[in-house]
Nanobody, 126 residues
Framework: QVQLTESGGGSVQAGGSLRLSCETS????????MGWFRQTSGQEREGVAI?????????ADSVKGRFTISKDKDNAKATLYLKMNNMKPEDTAMYCC??????????????????WGQGTQVTVST
């Protein structure tokens, strides 16, 4: 059973910051690639950032230098984070965490991920 529960979304002005969290288990983060994806209405789901079990990361070009994916473990519980800085209106989307995919963020990489959270909405205003 893989459970993923996101939190931390909200509204922020352009240039501001948010940190998203995805609660799961240590077994999940030790076993699978973990990722953050985002989607706006009528658009395809877009890969944002991926983290490997060894901590290696990969980012979409649109967020490089602004977003940071990380994970933290505390006994059986673990949390996946996405720290978003210098946010832009185009970052507005529903953000979801995912597990058990591939170490890719390119278009279509979402189809490799089997487990998804319910998502958390992020809105960036000018």
């Amino acid at each position: 059973q893989v459970q993923l529960t996101e939190s931390g979304g909200g509204s922020v002005q352009a240039g501001g910051s948010l940190r998203l969290s995805c609660e799961t288990s240590t077994r999940v983060v030790n076993t699978y690639y973990m990722g953050w994806f985002r989607q706006t209405s009528g658009q395809e789901r877009e890969g944002v950032a991926i983290i490997d079990t060894d901590g290696s990361t990969r980012y979409a070009d649109s967020v490089k230098g602004r977003f940071t994916i990380s994970k933290d473990k505390d006994n059986a519980k673990a949390t996946l984070y996405l720290k978003m800085n210098n946010m832009k209106p185009e970052d507005t989307a529903m953000y979801c965490c995912a597990a058990e995919g591939r170490f890719e963020v390119e278009r279509g990489s979402d189809k490799y991920f089997r487990h998804w959270g319910q998502g958390t909405q992020v809105t960036v205003s000018t």
